[in-house]
């Protein structure tokens, strides 16, 4: 029960890192795409506007998964960080670059130096999930075995299933960024610029969908096990991810945009659901299971204990940060036009 427990409340963490962080990163995505000075300007002061106030905390879900992992699964951290090492660091760095690029543009003057951290910001947001992807496509097919350093440092995120993993975390990320932008454009009045995000959120969403189906074909072959996890226990879940994708594009097209975000969310949360469920007890396919992984109850016990009485702060925080600047009449940062 504590190992499940521990197990579960992980992958909520990764869940919210996905459904936030991942609309993040998709907002960079959109930045890199919205044009010149003039065209792009109201478009990157809306990803501005949203994303500013809470980019940082956002990262708390990674830190949080990486603690997780570490206390209550640490052979699966020592695994995952050795053989990994490589995507996990070009991750962190692009975190970092992207982070301060997004910081320097808004305090640069100078339009050159404007449009060179936006394109550090725009290509590091691109760049970011695509490695993040690579891992999870690494773990999911088996490619990390038990032990310090024991895969293989390229093939283990360098092969089909982890550049499938990074091509759907990036168009999922800028699938979410669009779906959330567009009530976001909406609340300020920008009734053009919300169909603009709606029209890209359909887009990016039909390409998520197309990539994901031809991905079957790449699971059965290169990941037979996940391949079956997903087309027999899992499959609840993954008809449950398609069909709240599909509503979520509906929504968007008749324009009821703040059920669209929940129709997204859900298609996102149910995918990474299925990954877990389709592999699941094994934390690492074909040599560690969860309980095999697991540490001792009395460090399960301790590690959720406090859990709870940290998210007794936490939780209501973070509800007060994206509630106050998801409201309408929210002050308006004053803005630089940064291209």
């Known amino acids: 029960m504590l190992i499940d427990t521990a197990l579960a409340v992980t992958w909520v963490g990764l869940t919210c890192y996905a459904l936030f962080a991942g609309a993040d990163f998709g907002a960079g995505v959109w930045d890199l795409l919205a044009g010149g000075a003039a065209r792009g300007a109201r478009q990157r002061w809306v990803i501005e506007h949203a994303i500013g106030p809470i980019w940082e905390a956002n990262h708390v879900w990674l830190i949080?998964?990486?603690?997780?992992?570490?206390?209550?699964?640490?052979?699966?951290?020592?695994?995952?960080?050795?053989?990994?090492?490589?995507?996990?660091?070009?991750?962190?760095?692009?975190?970092?670059?992207?982070?301060?690029?997004?910081?320097?543009?808004?305090?640069?003057?100078?339009?050159?130096?404007?449009?060179?951290?936006?394109?550090?910001?725009?290509?590091?947001?691109?760049?970011?999930?695509?490695?993040?992807?690579?891992?999870?496509?690494?773990?999911?097919?088996?490619?990390?075995?038990?032990?310090?350093?024991?895969?293989?440092?390229?093939?283990?995120?360098?092969?089909?299933?982890?550049?499938?993993?990074?091509?759907?975390?990036?168009?999922?990320?800028?699938?979410?960024?669009a779906v959330y932008l567009c009530a976001d454009a909406a609340r300020e009045s920008d009734a053009e610029l919300a169909r603009s995000f709606a029209r890209r959120a359909v887009v990016t969403g039909v390409a998520s969908g197309a990539v994901a189906l031809a991905g079957t074909a790449v699971l059965h072959a290169d990941a037979p096990e996940l391949f079956h996890g997903l087309t027999h226990r899992a499959l609840p879940l993954v008809v449950l991810s398609a069909v709240s994708g599909v509503t979520g594009l509906g929504l968007l097209i008749t324009r009821h945009y703040l059920a669209a975000r929940a129709a997204a969310a859900l298609a996102v949360a149910a995918i990474l659901w299925s990954w877990g469920a389709a592999q699941y007890p094994a934390m690492l396919v074909g040599s560690l299971t969860a309980g095999q992984a697991a540490s001792q109850p009395a460090v399960l016990s301790a590690c959720l204990v406090s859990l709870a009485c940290g998210a007794v702060l936490l939780v209501p925080a973070l509800w007060l940060l994206y509630g106050t600047f998801q409201r309408a009449d929210t002050p308006k940062p004053g803005h630089q036009s940064a291209r």
Do not use: D
């Not at 760095?93 to 910081?103: S, V």
């Open 64 to 177: 949080f998964v990486i603690v997780m992992l570490w206390a209550c699964f640490s052979p699966v951290f020592a695994a995952v960080m050795s053989t990994l090492y490589l995507p996990l660091t070009l991750a962190a760095l692009g975190i970092i670059a992207r982070g301060a690029a997004f910081a320097f543009r808004k305090a640069s003057t100078e339009l050159w130096q404007q449009r060179l951290f936006g394109a550090c910001f725009a290509v590091s947001s691109l760049v970011t999930p695509f490695f993040l992807g690579a891992v999870a496509g690494g773990v999911a097919s088996g490619r990390v075995p038990a032990g310090l350093a024991e895969g293989n440092v390229l093939t283990s995120w360098l092969n089909p299933t982890s550049v499938l993993g990074g091509v759907l975390a990036v168009l999922t990320c800028a699938h979410l960024a």
